[in-house]
């Protein structure tokens, strides 16, 4: 072991935070893929109450393997990302009936599975010996090396530095250890060097640049989407579509969307009444919707009452949409 692996190491085994896929006696490797997954592109803190309800309805793979694709997009709205759930449980099908992965090339065969989540399982779940480069550690790795690159060079050199420097008599503590580091003291803004346990081994720190590491991003090209949700309104019930496999939030309910032409094309020049407007950024789009209530009863819609949304798979612009509509029309809705 190198002074620098027992360093972070000795660090994350007494600053580990608690969390409730990491449990000191028990691993289950379902809960950690589960974990790893939602983990992706978002924190500890919003996932935790996500995980909580998901691992209460599917506490298994089993579990999972057997629930309609409808219920489990319920459980994940609010997580974004939805095809991600889609692969999560197409995957979680081939493993009941194909048994588990054991190596990283297998998981890589699973849909939906990357490099990351094939190393963070394999390693933390299965202890083997594999690396893994997720956010935190990309980040870490560009300050601890002065690395001045941008993504897609960065990230493979932090893939080529973690296979190096990985510790492999317990790949699973290491990765944790390092991904620990970059979460709670090696943050985006503010970094709290005069915590770090490697701080030593760091040329940034030892420069005193270390405000220039990562190197910035490139300014996002954001393109600007115009559209209009008309929120059908009958007898107290909301008239939704299914989103189809392609489009965004696919196999999610909305309310009717999308350029007006196309709305008018598909339902006519129906009376409607403008309620607002809400914004949402998918990717690269930022995206305007703007609002309006019909009232109508058009009967290649699905309906639904108010009571039934909660159960429904919608997306999280999409039950904006309805709150908006369902807070402006409530005393009408009701008198209905
Ligand atoms: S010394 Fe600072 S910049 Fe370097 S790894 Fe530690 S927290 Fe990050």
Redesign the pocket.
Known sequence: MTDFQLALLNWYKANARELPWRKADHIDPYAVWMSEVMLQQTTVGVVIPYFLRWMERFPTLESLALASEEEVLVYWQGLGYYSRCRNLLAAVRIVKAQGWPQSVLEWLALPGVGDYTAGAVTSIAQGIPAALVDGNVE??FA??TCNPKINPALKADAWHWAKVNLYEPDPGTWNQALME??AT???PKN???G?????R?????QNGT?AD?PSPKPAKEWIEVFHQAWVFVNAGKFGLVQAQPGEWWAGMWHSPRGKETELIERFGNLSRERVGIIKHVVTKHKISVEVYRVQSDQLDLRWFAKSELDELAISSPGRKILTLVNSAVQPRLELE
């Open positions: 980040r870490v300050r601890l580091l970059g003291i090696c943050t970094p709290s060097c915590a770090c346990p490697v701080s081994y760091c040329q940034a720190f270390v590491y």
